[in-house]
């Protein structure tokens, strides 16, 4: 071999080393996937930033669920229930809030107006003086009065209420504003039962823009004179009762192993004969009323001897006594759940019945559609109630289900009674039972 062949021999060997040299290294360099997912001809890997397609957003809902007192709603400790506490009575005081400055001290004699806006009978009380009146929101009622002697505050209040406005006074550039909305802040009693059962009375009464404390138990909302009158309403006859009633409720859905309907009648060997104290037949299904010793503990071993039991939903409602309330299902379930649409509502009172002490409830099933059925429910303080016999069908929607024609709704409501009692009279701030429990039903 020449020497130029040699050494083109030798090229040829270090070129092909290089190319492998670099070849190995492009290899290391090169970024390795596991999946590679084509989606709309677009690669999408580890490393892409996802793409979605303009939609309604859906997180909003999950937001506007999101509520502070649901926790308290949507749990029962079955374990530590108790039938009968007492709270010491609380005085409930409503505040308006954003009133100003104080007017300043001036004195109102002889004044008459006569049907006139509030406004202008303002202006005309205070057209010597370097106040101003401003509608911040127009008012349409007419007043008419007069005022012999009084301090300009108190003619001014006399003047807003007659026309049903509200005012505040800003001092530093001297103008009264009037509005026909206010702002007020309730100072709510310490237990969280009774704060709930007056939030769902004022809920009941249409006054939805309420914002809670829960910590320093405070309640703001807004609205019209007519709403608070109505909230007034409301406080000054919760606080005028003794008693309220609060019921603990767990919702189920029972699948018969077999197919046919469950034997309700099983209870009464199942329980005993006094243990199934009262049976009350509605449109649809019926309400048993029995003994403590038939709990959700003893009622889910009955009923998953014949069936397989799956809890919908679990909470708790309270109601100032004499008054009604609601327990919304779907409030404390997942939303997939069939029975999201069902109401559990409740009119309640405890006192004399035939003279008996008793609680005299009736309590209505009802869903967007309607009423399903209702039941009139006089029970012992202690007795439980257990609805039965309500098909799982009545909130099927489509033409076709998985669902076995013999599945039904069972309800489970075990009813406390909380007593307001002075504060001077309770001693400990613990549920009666035992001896103290007896004497005071025996009251």
Known sequence: MTQNSIKKATLIILGLRSFIVSGCVNQQNMPLYDTVNVVENTVIDENSVPIFPKKAALITDTAQHFALDLPKRCSVDWDNQSVVSVVPEEKVEIVRLNTGDKLPDLKVSDYEFKKLYVKDALEKLLEDTDISVIEDQATFEKISGSISTS?????????????????????????????????????????????????????????????????????????????????????????????????????????????????????????????????????????????????????????????????????????????????????????DRLETDLIIGATGKYGNYGGYKKIDAKIVLSTTNGELSSFEIPSNVGDNYVIVGIPTHSFVTTPETLISPFAELVVFMSPRLISIVDAQDVKEMTPLSGDELRDFLNQ
């Open 151 to 335: 301090s300009l505050t108190d003619a001014v209040d006399l003047m807003a209420k007659l026309g049903r406005v509200y005012y505040s006074y800003d001092a530093e550039f001297g103008e009264i504003h009037l509005s026909g909305h206010g702002k007020w802040m309730i100072k709510m009693p310490k237990d969280e039962t009774m704060i709930m059962a007056m939030l769902d009375a004022m809920r009941g009464a249409d006054v939805h823009n309420l914002l809670v404390n829960w910590q320093d138990k405070t309640v703001v909302f807004e609205g019209d004179y007519q709403t608070e009158r109505e909230v007034s309403k409301i406080i000054a006859d919760v606080s005028s009762k003794k008693y309220m009633l609060a019921w603990d409720i767990d919702v189920y859905r029972v699948y018969p192993k077999t197919d046919s309907a469950i034997v309700w009648m099983n209870m009464l060997p199942a329980f005993g004969e006094n243990n199934v104290r009262m049976s009350i037949p509605g449109v649809v299904g019926r309400a048993l009323v029995v003994s403590p010793e038939i709990n959700t503990k003893t009622l889910q071993e009955f009923m998953a001897q014949q069936a397989s039991v799956v809890l919908v939903s679990q909470g708790t409602f309270a109601i100032p006594n004499g008054w009604q309330s609601r327990f919304d299902i779907g409030q404390c379930s997942k939303e």
